[in-house]
């Protein structure tokens, strides 16, 4: 069992930034990241494999960028020129079966999940 720890999410303007983290307590192949806003089902917003190869949705690319630090076991998720859309509650997903990383991240794909946290853009 591998258990995901979340930083704190946060409050910005639109166009400001924000950084997520993710640590995690044990060994992940894929990691991800989704998010899920208010009445609507939580969606891949980007995802990264044990060779570096990254995916992202089309809605967070250029904008998003997702890293490791192998060192740390600390999954990220920079975020800039927010945008109000982009209010959610994110989660942070890992698996140790393997990796498949599609564009975007699907849930089935991953076992192991964060307890979220809010990311709040105004306008």
């Known amino acids: 069992q591998v258990r995901l720890v979340e930083s704190a999410g946060g409050s910005v303007q639109t166009g400001g930034s924000l950084r997520l983290s993710c640590v995690a307590s044990?060994?992940?192949?894929?990691m991800a990241w989704f998010r899920q806003a208010p009445g609507k089902e939580r969606e891949g917003v980007a995802g990264l494999d044990p060779a570096g190869d990254t995916t992202y949705a089309d809605s967070v690319t250029g904008r998003f960028t997702i890293s490791k630090d192998n060192d740390k076991n600390t999954l990220y998720l920079q975020m800039n020129s927010l945008k109000p859309e982009d209010t959610a509650m994110y989660y942070c997903?890992?698996?140790?079966?393997?990796?498949?990383?599609?564009?975007?991240?699907?849930?089935?794909?991953?076992?192991?999940w964060g307890q979220g946290t809010q990311v709040t853009v105004s306008s």
């Open positions: 044990g060994s992940v192949h894929c």
């Open positions: 997903a890992a698996d140790s079966r393997g990796c498949r990383l599609d564009k975007p991240p699907i849930q089935n794909d991953f076992i192991y």
